[in-house]
């Protein structure tokens, strides 16, 4: 009984590690996504002042 709860306990960990490397890949996409849009925004506004 302990060994099915130690094993529930590793599957829940693993589980959770998975979900907090998914969230970090999220954030690094709309990370990389904002500096894009600013990168094109500036530009764009550059031009607008030229």
């Given at each position: 009984?302990?060994a099915?709860?130690?094993?529930?306990?590793?599957?829940?960990?693993?589980?959770?590690?998975?979900?907090i490397?998914?969230?970090?890949?999220?954030?690094?996409?709309?990370?990389?996504?904002?500096?894009?849009?600013?990168?094109?925004?500036?530009?764009?506004?550059?031009?607008?002042?030229l």
């Open positions: 009984r302990k099915a709860l130690v094993l529930k306990c590793v599957g829940y960990v693993a589980h959770f590690q998975e979900v490397e998914t969230l970090v890949q999220v954030e690094h996409k709309v990370d990389s996504i904002y500096a894009w849009s600013n990168k094109e925004l500036k530009l764009t506004g550059i031009e607008s002042c």
